[in-house]
């Protein structure tokens, strides 16, 4: 096991990461921004370095000051969290160079999903569903237009180095493909400097659902069940629940045993997420991170496993603690992301926090870095915590959502709160009846 691992990360996640470090007897580097020297996980950390200004590009995107703080240290490892250079390909090549663990999969494996069509058949080649599309970049006209009658309107055109909502483009009928072809390439070269693209049947009212892998690198995969990401706005996502209100247990593990096997196949190593649009019954692959995922917390909560602890493990060249027949799913849990936003217009409300109350009982765990007097700085994304809340099942975790917002006291600062409050009363959400655009008209509707 490592002796002492550096976080390139800030907030609620390098918090979560220091935590699991230091039940593992682990020593712990926060290497943070100016910005950040007053942050929760650098007073806790063994040691700290701070790797420059608050602009992200200068400290936590700075991959010369992050090895430089490594090299000082002598940490053996660095978990990256998520964001920023946690799918940096180039960076683990880096690490890997000068003999520094990354805490995540191997570059190639990062580069492969990095870009969506190599991703797309690779996942295909690995006998996961995917949607029915061109196999590979469309150059020509014609070549999108045969696809697009083969497969029927409406389709969407991707970039191969988008994700995440970036870079795509809705085609209802062949007379708007020539110019929704070329808009989407010129935008994709000039936002990525990739221009390639393909082309996928557009699913109208999908579910997103993901399945949580993890890998040994060497052959063995796992799965942790799925997450139901459906209620997001603008491709961030509000609030997470595991499993998935819309999948029976058989569909749970014929889906979760396809993607752990093909985990196993890759030779993957660490964490990981499947993400499928689920429609009529059926998945189909669009991505997969190569990253801890912000809603990492639901999956532990039924299923009692540290994933950043696995994480470590197979960083280290252990095993893990566990394998596929010891996982169970165990009850219901749903995750809160609490923003320093507006819970209307979204806008961000940076600043003090001038009284801080978190829920507490049974079930219910909140992830933060924040506390009463801390300065949220404006710089960064505006994610402040989580509240993750476990039942024994859906109703029972629902009660106990809503008696947690309902001690959950942020002054000082605007939040995401009274969105919760208002999203845990609503009947479709108590009915698990939504999809991927239900909250955009849900915000639509309410003003
Ligand atoms: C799609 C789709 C419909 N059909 N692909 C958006 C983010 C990126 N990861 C993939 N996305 C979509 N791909 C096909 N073939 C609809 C979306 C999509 C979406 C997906 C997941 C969560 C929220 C979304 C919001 C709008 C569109």
Redo the contacts with the bound molecule.
Sequence with gaps: MFNKVLIANRGEIALRILRACKEMGIETVAAHSTADADAMHVRLADQSVCIGPPASRDSYLNMHEIVAACEITGADAIHPGYGFLSENAKFAEILEAHGITFIGPTSEHIKTMGDKIMAKQTAQRLGIPV?P?SDGAVTEDSEARRIAADIGYPV?I?AAS????RG?R?VNSEQEMEVALQTTRTEAGAAFGDDAVYI?????K?R?IEVQVMGDGKGMGVHLGERD??L?RR?QKVLEEANSPALTPEQRDKIGMICANAVGDLGYSGAGTI?F?YEDGEF?F??MNTRLQVEHPVTEMITRIDLVNEQLRVASGQEMSFSQKDVRFQGHAIECRINAENARTFVPSPGEITYYHPPGGLGVRVDSGVFTGYKIPPYYDSLIGKLIVVGRNRAECLNRLRRSLDEFVVGGIQTTLPLFQDLVRNDDVIAGDYD??WLENYLAQTG
């Design positions: 949607v599309g969407i991707k988008g994700g995440g909502g795509m809705v996928e049947k557009y699913l109208g999908p997103h990401c459906s997001q491709h993400e649009l189909y669009i991505e991927i655009h």
